[in-house]
């Protein structure tokens, strides 16, 4: 099992940018797909994105496409998801998970069914 730190949520204005930071801990991330994933208050866990072991592939959830940017240094055993444009509905508590199984394409949900999760960091978008 690898364990997962989240960091770099915060509150910001509608428009301003965050770079949220996933390091991991354990284990080397570098055999795992990754992903950012995030609940609001009363809403389901929603996907973010994701990428592949070796960080050639990725996909987004729809709503964030454009706006959001995930990347990953397997050297340092991170994966960060630099975040522009912040909306007020991007508000929510954001979760990295490890061993993802995604390599290319469209992530579908139960690529995380056996996903380490991290314990999350608060992302608040101010209107």
């Known amino acids: 099992q690898v364990q997962l730190v989240e960091s770099g949520g915060g509150l910001v204005q509608a428009g301003g940018s965050l770079r949220l930071s996933c390091a991991g801990s354990?284990?080397?991330?570098?055999?795992?797909?990754i992903g950012w994933f995030r609940q609001a208050p009363g809403k389901e866990r929603e996907f973010v994105a994701v990428?592949?072991?070796?960080?050639?592939?990725?996909d987004y959830g729809e709503s964030v496409k454009g706006r959001f940017a995930i990347s990953r240094d397997n050297a340092q055993n991170t994966v960060t998801l630099q975040m522009n444009s912040l909306k007020a509905e991007d508000t929510a508590v954001y979760y990295c998970a490890a061993g993802i199984r995604y390599w290319r394409g469209r992530y579908t949900s139960h690529m995380a069914d056996s996903a380490d999760w991290g314990q999350g960091t608060q992302v608040t978008v101010s209107a």
């Open positions: 354990g284990r080397t991330l570098s055999s795992y797909g």
């Open positions: 990428i592949s072991p070796r960080g050639g592939d990725t």
